[in-house]
């Protein structure tokens, strides 16, 4: 296994991205289900599920920065590391790799006692009422307590994806996700713990993730292994994976601002019914751009070696086949929520009334899902290229200079639909600008990389 990075500048772009993609998107899959698996035991427990359920939601935005913080570090210093053994320097990816390892560290520190001691004023602030405060508090508090398994296993998770290996990552989540699945079922069902026995069963599967994420990094099979001589913070190391990790994180951290503009002002206009709804949203939501997510990850290490090696016709093969793939997997997903809404509702709660309440609303929220295919390929190929202020703008234009103030903007006007309706506005318009921007920077970034490799070949869109 050890020469499978070779393989990414060598074998066939198409049987590259079957080989590296299916594990990622299985990997995605499974992992939207051990993100939503808690929402879905909880949602359905008798007579406080509904509440339950909100309160979840009203924790998630705190939940969602956690794991930004992840992708800040994994995912800013993967592709770097991608890039690197693609120019033959495989010491200078370890190190790189190391500093990542301590930065995940201080950060699960710092992130676990800031949100524990202020877990409850932020809440109340993210639009908790009287009904739903205990049980996001009481969830929050011993999620919070997971907080460095998170960031290991999520973190370091990348850097095994991006060396080939998306079996082993593949395997990461679904020890994860099986766990939660089990525990969750026993906690709630037979226990009756409730949202505490939910926490405890996340807690508890991140940790054996983390234990596997570092027990693989630390054995014979890795290409990249972690050293204790490389955990020594270098700012030279550490800043670029900074720069470039910040497009992903501010990604996932205006999710979480997002979250909490959308809980609030849904608490105004529609009370505890309309936050309900939005937990139900965001779930499906979730669940939709997961495997895309996979996609990507499975063609970042082909696009990263291969731009490090300078073999950039490759380049432009795996994303347009990403881009094809991303297209229509989305065309179908929309196909399918605008037809079955209620069966998507169905997974999160059995209150067939709270269900029709909500389809309607699922349509609206999810109708710009089908262009959201070129916005994610695109993004995703400016990270995997390393071209972090390109892919750090795309992710401020779409959510915080457009869906924020749309929500303010329609809110007064058209209500909760209003807020529901600046999703889809925001995700058309994003990914025609994005898609945009792909095509006139990539060809202007790849051309300088061309004029200086003395190839002919350079990426056309």
Known sequence: MADITSQLGTDSIKKLMLRLSIPTITAQLINALYNVVDRIFIGHIPGIGSYALAGIGLAFPIILLVSAFSSLI????????????????????????????????????????????????????FGASENTIEYAQSYLGIYLLGTVFVQLSLGLNSFINSQGFTKISMATVTIGAVMNIVLDAVFINVFHWGVEGAALATITSQAVSAIWVLAFLCGKKTVLKIHLKNLLPRPSLILPVLGL????????????LLNIVLNSSLQHYGGDDAVFAMSLFSSVMQ?????????????????????????????????????????????????LIMLLPEVFCGFFTSDTTRIAWCAPYLRIYMGGILCMGAQIACQQTFLALGQAKISLFLAL????????????????????TGIFAAEP?????????????????????????????????????
């Open 74 to 125: 994994g995912m800013g210093g993967a592709p770097l590391a991608s890039i690197r053994l693609g120019r033959g320097d495989r010491e200078g990816a370890e190190r790189l790799m190391g500093n990542c390892v301590t930065a995940l560290l201080v950060i699960s520190a710092v992130l676990t006692t800031v949100f524990f001691i202020y877990r409850r004023p932020l809440l109340m602030l």
């Open 245 to 256: 990790g910040l497009s992903p994180f501010v990604m996932q951290a205006t999710e979480s």
């Open 287 to 335: 669940m939709s751009i997961m495997p895309l997510q996979g996609l990507t990850q499975g063609a970042q290490p082909i696009t990263s070696y291969n731009y490090g090696a300078r073999q950039f016709g490759r380049v432009r093969e795996t994303f347009r086949l990403l881009l094809k793939c991303s297209l229509t997997f989305t065309t179908v997903l929309w196909l």
């Open 397 to 416: 234009f779409r959510k915080v200079i457009l869906l924020i103030p749309l929500i303010y903007l329609l809110a007064p006007h058209f209500g909760i």
């Open 425 to 461: 506005i925001s995700d058309v318009t994003a990914s025609l600008v994005t898609f945009g921007c792909f095509t006139y920077y990539t060809r202007k970034v790849l051309f300088y990389s061309h004029t200086h490799a003395g190839s002919d070949d350079v990426i056309h869109t």
